[in-house]
């Protein structure tokens, strides 16, 4: 590995054999191997090398949010907060390695480096509403539109690099076209074939989903509103189930190659500001059985309500940590986004997204190949 400093001299470390390099880098976190590429041009060429970034270990980097602005509220622009809250955005939010039309984009869902992203204001001769991107390789792909994707449903990701390289996009579909979703059946993507097909649901008639979902062990979990279970699908929508749980459930994710599930309690009541948070974890997938992990209230977490919340905490979970005992959440009016640390139990502040902000969608970058060549 023949890489030269700035300044004419080889680096020390570089005169270490090129394979042992690779090695060494390709331990360390991605976040680092961000902070080496500002120490030299020869340090950036290094820890661009494909080699190094494809096996270096991964984790939650930070989150994409959108905002109103005030000037122009039917647009969204798009900003990137690292998980520490501090330094530059380790991922460039503009998106700019993507064609013009594709930029002003809303991101629907993430999920293992893959982005979920809507084309705002796409009509059809200007090309695919929706479309997968990897910020990380800056590739992408347009889904074909189909006759769900006509209407505005409820649409999800599913990609796993340990398992396969190809991803899956689930469209709900929606029976009776009101607010709440109730299924009829599912239309599925397969970036395999580039085909969509179309399952009627098998969870029951006048089953509901709600808008919070994870993909774990090649299924997608969705929660089902005033409903004891969580609803389950698989790939190919060839296995349907639904797993009992203890409360209804108003986020799900994966930490530690478990599911977590949060119930949050007197969500928006003014009567009662002190909302209360209870975390679950299926230690028994197979058996279904899940354990309450942690409890925690509102008062606990801030002592008194701040006065920059407003009239009440307003808290809404929006990712737990993969490999720690940390989830990231939103509260108060402003929405402050922090980090909760269940063993701890320490709040710590990471950024204000704002009164007009729409969004926050966690973000862990992804190196493997995925996509044909070409795009």
Known sequence: MEVRSSSGKEPRVLRLPGDLVVEILARVPYRSLCRFKLVSRSWRALCSDPAVRRRCPQTLSGFFFRTMPLAAPSRYDRHFVNASGRGAPMVDPSFSFLPAGHRVACIIDSCN????????????????????CNPATEEWIDLPDTEATASFPT??????????????????????ATFELHLAGIEIYSSENGAWTYRQTEWGDGTVAGWNSVFFKGTLHLTSPDSSSLLTVDIDANKWGKIPTPRDFHFIGVSQGQLHAVHISNRCNNHNRNNRLSIWVLEDYAGQQWTLKHEVDAMQMFGRLPGSFGDFYHLKVHAIHPEHGLIFLTAGKLRSLMSYNMDEKKVRFIWILGERNVSACPYVPCFSDWLPPGH
């Open 113 to 132: 480096g893959l982005l979920l992203c809507e084309r705002v204001g796409t009509r059809p001769h200007f090309g695919s509403r929706y479309f997968v």
């Open 155 to 176: 649409v999800r990701l599913g990609f796993d690099p340990a398992v396969s390289s190809h991803f899956r996009v689930f469209v709900l579909v929606d029976a009776k």
